[in-house]
C-alpha cells in the first residue's frame, strides 16, 4: 500500500513538474517590474510569477509562525498536565490497593 503511494505522489509531481517547465518555455516574454520605490530588471514572466509564488509562500509560513509557536506551546502544557493527572492516578490506585490490605 505504501508503495502505491509512493508512486501516486511521484506521478503528481512528474505532472506538476511538467506543466511548470511548459509554463515556463511558454512565457519568455521579458517584462519590468515598476514598484513604484524601485524599477526591478527585464526577467522572463514566469521568473516573475515563481519568485511570487515563492515570497507568498515564505509570507505565509512567517505569518503562521505564531499560530504555530502557540499550538506547539499548548500542547505542551496539555501534556504536563496529562503527566501529572496520570501520576496521580496511579497514586490513587496504589492508595486504594494499600486500603484493601
Known amino acids: 500500500m505504501r508503495w502505491i503511494k509512493g508512486l501516486i505522489l511521484a506521478v503528481i509531481l512528474l505532472v506538476v513538474l511538467l506543466i511548470g517547465i511548459l509554463f515556463a518555455v511558454n512565457n519568455q516574454q ?6 513604484i520605490w524601485v524599477e526591478l530588471p527585464a526577467v522572463s514572466f514566469s521568473v516573475w510569477l515563481l519568485a511570487t509564488l515563492t515570497f507568498g509562500v515564505l509570507l505565509g509560513m512567517l ?10 506551546a499548548r500542547l505542551a502544557r496539555s ?19 494499600k486500603e484493601l490490605t
Open 79 to 97: 501534556e504536563r498536565h496529562n503527566k501529572q493527572q496520570r501520576k496521580e492516578l496511579d497514586q490513587l490506585r496504589t492508595q486504594e490497593f
Open 30 to 35: 521579458a517584462i519590468a517590474l515598476n514598484l
Open 63 to 72: 505569518a503562521m509562525l505564531g499560530v504555530y509557536a502557540r499550538l506547539k
